[in-house]
């Protein structure tokens, strides 16, 4: 099996254990693993290919751990430019439901092309509604083509207005057709083996569009075939009364009586989570994808990360969806989880070594892995390599880790994934970008006209 060198980095940051910073160090790579992390001292090992690293700083591959690909199509729309959540959910559910299992998939592809050019090797994505035949399977095989490591989320929505919930009705599904397609995906698809390139995670959308009793039914679906569960959870204050007035709990005692903690477990935002909350997500290693960009967009808030983490909460990034944070950039997604939490908690809240780990080994614990986040003999083979020697990073040599976060956030320049390069020099190897991004504009107008948006 050949095997691949990376050597002369401006600085490996390696984000193991012991969170080692190695100036000319190397990476060496056979197949889908790590065999060698070294340092300017020591003798470079050899291999069939060798990849000079000089200028770059490398790191573990980012981690995405929230993210709804298909809004990707629906960026920037006007009638929810300035909405809160509430609102902004009322004025996409009518254009979503008229998504076709094509768009489903190329949204897919131009997310998953996005992150990895961010320095994202591994996403999970959040698909909670299906209409015209659409199914997970058409954003699984997008990852396929792309290359990304992909935890797809098998999201649903049942409660409609009619009886209470937020989405129309002809949005939803019915509670026992989705158990049934949450087990078949799981069946077909799941693989649970170390270096795993896909993983079926089971995901009901929110408090305020599935019951409780869907909630119950998919906890012990996921129990029984050893699979992750995902939603959302105390977003905004409008998702805080709405528990209370529905269920009459609060985001801790709804949760714990649904069985929905666990470290197989995380929940998206979490920004009003109280201190009785973040006690018991600690206790049960219950994990929060945390999404700066997001939560800012929507007014929502700011997520109290510096209470989750020293109360031992599991805590990773989500660029969320394209049409809240009309981007999917990871990188910068951890910028402005240091800038938020410096906003709002003060100026040693976080630092840039802080974002970059709950990008890296922040992410990977959300997701339930123990295989990616780091760089060390025996991780999988997934590091992303920074060019630092432009521009927008003229005279930050001094700490050109640190520069990763606190300057404009660069594209990447080298992606390994699964020991194969999908980025080199800049450009994806996997997928013809100016044709992607036509048939992704294409299919994103023909949305607008099908919602009686544009002709």
Request: with cysteine; charged share 20%.
């Amino acid at each position: 099996m050949s095997r691949i060198l990376f050597k002369n980095a401006l600085v490996v940051a390696t984000m193991d254990a012991a969170r080692r910073e190695l100036p000319g160090g190397f990476v060496l790579v056979e197949g889908a693993q790590i065999l060698q992390v070294g340092t300017a001292d020591e003798p470079l090992p050899e291999a069939g290919t060798v990849i000079d690293l000089a200028g770059h700083v490398v790191l573990p591959g980012l981690v995405n751990t929230h993210h709804h690909m298909v809004q990707s199509l629906t960026r920037a729309t006007p009638g929810g430019q300035d909405a809160e959540l509430f609102g902004w959910l009322k004025a996409h559910y009518p254009i979503w439901a008229h998504l076709t299992p094509e768009m489903i998939h190329v949204s897919a592809v131009t997310a998953m092309t996005e992150l990895v050019l961010s320095g994202c090797t591994t996403s999970s994505d959040h698909l909670y509604i299906y209409p015209n035949g659409s199914r997970l399977d058409d954003a699984i095989e997008a990852a396929r083509r792309v290359g990304i490591r992909f935890h797809a989320a098998r999201g649903a929505m049942s409660v409609g207005e009619s009886k209470g919930g937020l989405p129309p009705d002809h949005v939803v599904e019915e509670e026992p057709a989705i158990l049934r397609e949450m087990q078949r995906l799981v069946e077909e698809y799941h693989d649970d083996s170390r270096f795993a390139m896909l993983r079926i995670v089971i995901a009901p959308c929110s408090p305020f569009t599935v019951s409780e009793d869907l909630m119950r039914e998919s906890a012990k679906l996921a129990r029984h075939y050893g699979v992750s569960l995902h939603t959302h959870l105390a977003e905004n204050d409008n998702d805080i009364a709405y528990s209370l007035e529905v269920f009459g709990k609060d985001p801790a005692d709804y949760v714990e009586s649904l069985d929905w903690v666990g470290p197989d477990v995380w929940h998206a935002h979490c920004v009003k989570l109280d201190d009785k909350a973040i006690r018991l997500f600690g206790r049960t290693g219950t994990g929060v994808a945390h999404c700066p960009c997001s939560n800012m967009r929507l007014a929502s808030g700011i997520a109290p990360l510096g209470k989750m983490r020293a109360a031992g909460v599991p805590v990773g990034l989500g660029v969320d969806g394209s049409a809240s944070a009309d981007a999917g950039h990871l990188l910068a997604e951890a910028r402005q989880a240091m800038l938020l939490q410096r906003v709002g908690f003060g100026p040693a809240a976080m630092s840039a070594r802080d974002a970059l780990e709950l990008a890296t080994r922040g992410g990977a614990r959300v997701l339930g892995r123990d295989d990616i986040g780091a760089l060390a003999p025996g991780m999988a083979a997934d590091l992303v390599a920074f060019d630092v020697t432009g521009l927008d990073f003229a005279g930050a040599q001094a700490d050109p880790v640190a520069a990763l976060v606190f300057c404009t956030p660069p594209k990447v320049s080298y992606s390994m994934i699964n020991g194969r390069l999908i980025v080199r020099k800049g450009e994806m190897q996997t997928i013809d970008l100016p044709k992607q991004v036509e048939q992704h504009n294409r299919l994103a107008h023909q949305l607008r006209v099908k919602a009686g948006l544009a002709s």
